[in-house]
Structure formats: C-alpha cells, structure tokens
C-alpha cells in the first residue's frame, strides 16, 4: 500500500513538473529508459523523443542556412551588380578621355571636356554669347577643331574646341527620333534637349536640299512673344555635283558696322533669311559659296589648298568664300586624322554659324545625288537668289 502511494505520489511529481515547464520536455526529452521517458499516465501530451527531436533540429538549421545563403547571394548579386556599373561608367570615362588625349589635342581638352561639366550657368551664358558673337572684321580666322566621337547605337558626337587652349566650346548630334534631319547644339558634351545649355539648331528639309540654323528660340507657333521667337543664323542650300561634296549656297545675316548682325525672328516665309536671299538683298544678307576644286596633274585629281590646316582626303572636306571676295577663304573644314577635323572661320561667321554649316554638309542628304534632279525636275542655277526661289521651302516641322 505504501509503494502504491509512493508510486502515485511520484507520478504527480512528474506530471507537475512537466505542466510547470512543457518547454524543457519539448527541448530535453527525458533519457531513453528513465521513468516518464513515455510521459505522464493521463497527462495526455506526449514528449519528444530523442531521434525525432535531433531530426526537428537538423531541419531547423538547415531552413535558416538556405534563408542565410540565400540573403547572402541575393547581397553579393547586388554588390557585383553596383560593381560593374561603376566599373562600365569609369571605363566609359577612360575611354572617352583616351580618345580625347589621342585624337582631340591631349590632356588639355579632356582636362577642358571634364570642365565643361561643371561649369555654372553663369559660365554657360557667358559662353553662348561668345558662340552667337561674329568674329570681328579684319581679324584673323578663328581656328579651331572639331573631335567626332562614334557610338554603335547612337549618331556620332562633334565637339568642337578651340586650338591653343583646347578650350571646349560646344557639341553636336543629330536626333535619331526626327522625320528630317536635326541636329542639336549645345555646350554640354552631350546634347540634350530642354537642358539649359542648347545653343543652335540645325534642320533640314525632307531631301536635304536646304538647311536652316536656328539659335535656342522657340518656334513660332510656340513663341508668344517676338523676343522669344527663335533667330535664324544662316541658310544652306545643297545640290548633287559630279566632282564630289555637291554644289553649296549659305545665306548669312550682314552684320552692321557696330558689329551685331541683323536680325532675322520669321513667323511667316516672306519674312525669313531664306526669302531675303532669294530676293538677293544684299544689304542684309551675305552670300557664301563653296570653292571649286582644281584639278592637279601630280597627284591626277581636284584638289584645294587649305594652307597646311587639312592632311588627309576626304568627300567632307570643303572651302567657302563670298560672292563678294573669292578669293579670300571665310570658312573652311577638314580632315587631319581618323576622328579629327580642323574647322576655320571668319567675319561675318561667328561658330554656331561655321559649326551649323558643317554639320548640314557632313549630313547625309539626297540631295548629293544625280537622281534628285530626275526625282524633282528642278535644275538650281549658279545665281544664289534663283536657287534659294526654288529650293526655299520651309522646314518640316518639329516631332
């Protein structure tokens, strides 16, 4: 009778003890063959024994080494991923430094490109200014060069610097989204409308035939003001020539004695440069027309004498001079090494002018070609008002 109220009483030892802290059962079980080890009799929770709970742990551990491995690769994808960001953006950057050092006039201009980012606005307006001034009469030519930088998704980048200084001035591209050809001007390394810095405009019409250069002024239809109405600079007419680069016209505002141009603001065609050329009004509009290349027995081809300032041959090189003084050279580009060209410019041209008309005749256009005249029916003539009568239509519009 005694044993049996021992053994109840130890019974109810050990069914307390579990009730107090279930917790130390669940975590350790009672040795195999100890009493209890099947649980209290009427307790009816039954604890874990010894296999099933090192079973439970395992999978336990192995449920937080695949969430840690999993954190820890998501972590290191992350990481590589900002790795080769910054790693394609430094090589990007080398690269183009590299070009620059190799064909753009050395450390200078990309000590200048890298300025040219940074510059304030202040700065920025300083030097649209002395982009839109016209170099000064009976100065010498400003020279200057100008770095094509090619891109295998995008149109090529022309930046143009200063010779001497290397001193960044401007860039150019042409938009890839425009139903005509468009070139943007800005003095930031790469253009990019509504920036701040766009200082000209460069369209043309559907065949190419005629080019207009506008400043950063606002279209008609969208300027509401006439100060705010965009200032036409100068006017390029094209056509197909059988010795090369074509046969080319510009129109550009006479510049008054005190050294500002006149003033070209259209918001109808009777009123624009292209309409005053075609009246040929000489007191307001200059005409330039490209040189025609003579022919030179030692090297069995046209040739033209750039003064040691062009090196290499090429369909882009080209000289203008003005219907007033043939002889003297007031614009002139060429090719001096793969991506590298030499740009010179005179009064009455200031360098959006001279850069406008070099990116209308390194564009490609239909005009240079013989099937344009069978396409159209239209024979322009040597005199530079005719030519501008049939060719002056105006611009597609802007997309």
């Given amino acids: 009778m005694a044993a049996a109220v021992r053994g109840a009483m130890d019974d109810f030892e050990e069914s307390s003890s579990d009730e107090e802290d279930h917790r130390v059962v669940r975590r350790r079980p009672p040795a195999a063959g100890s009493r209890g080890a099947h649980g209290p009799r009427g307790s009816g ?25 999993a954190f820890a690769r998501a ?11 910054h790693s394609s953006e430094r090589a990007a950057t080398s690269a183009a430094g590299s070009t620059r050092d190799r064909r753009g006039g050395g450390a200078g201009a990309a000590a200048s490109a890298a300025a040219a980012e940074v510059c304030t606005d202040a700065e920025a307006d300083a030097l649209r200014t002395r982009l839109l001034l016209p170099a000064r009469a009976g100065t010498p030519a400003c020279r200057c060069y100008v770095v094509r930088q090619k891109s295998l998704f995008s149109a090529p980048i022309w ?13 150019a591209q042409k ?11 800005a003095t930031e390394l790469v253009p990019t409308r509504g920036s701040g810095r766009v ?10 035939s005629v080019y207009t250069i506008f400043d950063s002024g606002m279209a008609p239809e969208d300027a509401v003001t006439d100060a705010s109405l965009r200032r ?8 197909w020539d059988q010795m090369g680069p074509g046969k ?32 040929a009004d000489s007191t307001r509009v200059v005409m330039l027309k490209n040189k025609r290349p003579q022919w030179d027995d030692s090297v069995g081809g046209h040739v033209l004498n750039f003064g040691g300032r ?32 030499t740009l010179d410019f005179q009064h009455p041209l200031c360098h959006v002018q001279a850069f406008g008309i070099v990116m209308a005749a390194i564009d490609g256009k239909l005009a240079d070609r013989r099937a344009l005249k069978r396409f159209s029916g239209k024979t322009p003539e040597e005199d530079g008002g005719a030519w501008f009568a049939q060719w002056a239509d105006p611009p597609a519009p802007e997309t």
């Fill in 248 to 279: 080319m016209r510009a129109a550009v505002p006479r510049v008054h004695k005190n050294g500002a141009p006149f003033t070209f603001r259209a918001r109808e065609a009777v009123d624009s440069l292209a309409a005053a050329a075609a009246h």
């Fill in 232 to 239: 036409e600079l100068a006017v390029v007419g094209f056509d």
């Fill in 199 to 208: 200082v000209g405009k460069v369209r043309s019409n559907f065949a190419g």
């Fill in 310 to 341: 062009v090196t290499c041959p090429s369909v882009k090189n080209f000289q203008m001079g003005s219907d007033e003084s043939e002889d003297a050279t007031l614009l002139q580009f060429g090719k001096v090494d793969k991506d590298r060209f």
């Fill in 45 to 69: 929770a039954r604890p874990i024994s010894g296999s099933l709970a090192d079973e439970a742990a395992s999978r336990e551990a192995y449920a937080v080494a695949r969430e840690e491995a």
């Fill in 75 to 85: 972590t290191n994808a992350h990481m590589a991923s900002v790795a080769a960001e």
């Fill in 159 to 171: 930046r143009l610097y200063s010779e001497g200084d290397d001193q960044f001035l401007m860039s």
């Fill in 175 to 185: 938009r890839g989204a425009s139903r005509t050809s468009n070139f943007l001007l």
